[in-house]
């Protein structure tokens, strides 16, 4: 059985900002305002990262008034986090596999 990992996922996530970003919605739901303080990254520049995001079903929004809020969706993180386990657990079944040279 072939392991695959969602390499667009870890495409998005790789990204050092998203990364930021993610680390920061799994504590608590915020706002675009709240992004730019923790981060220090510009309105622009957040709000490109969090569309990214936002199309990989990474995060949902929540409007309130004026302001969008931001909440991680932790069955995607779930998920990939459960890709790499069952490739760990490939590896660790196949250690004792090696092909022969020609």
């Known amino acids: 059985m072939m392991t695959s990992v969602d390499t667009d996922l870890v495409r998005v996530l790789?990204?050092?900002l998203r990364l930021r970003i993610v680390t920061l919605l799994a504590r608590e739901t915020l706002c675009t305002t709240h992004l730019v303080t923790e981060t220090g990254a510009r309105q622009t520049?957040?709000?490109n990262h969090l569309r990214v995001?936002?199309?990989a079903g990474v995060v949902e929004t929540e409007p309130c008034g004026r302001y969008?809020?931001?909440r991680l969706r932790p069955?995607?993180?779930a998920s990939l986090a459960g890709q790499f386990a069952?490739?760990?657990e490939s590896?660790?079944?196949a250690a004792g596999n090696k092909r022969s040279c020609p």
């Open 68 to 70: 969008t809020y931001y």
């Open 53 to 55: 995001l936002r199309e």
């Open 14 to 16: 790789a990204d050092p």
């Open 86 to 88: 069952a490739l760990a």
């Open 75 to 77: 069955e995607v993180i």
């Open 45 to 47: 520049n957040l709000s």
């Open 91 to 93: 590896a660790r079944t």
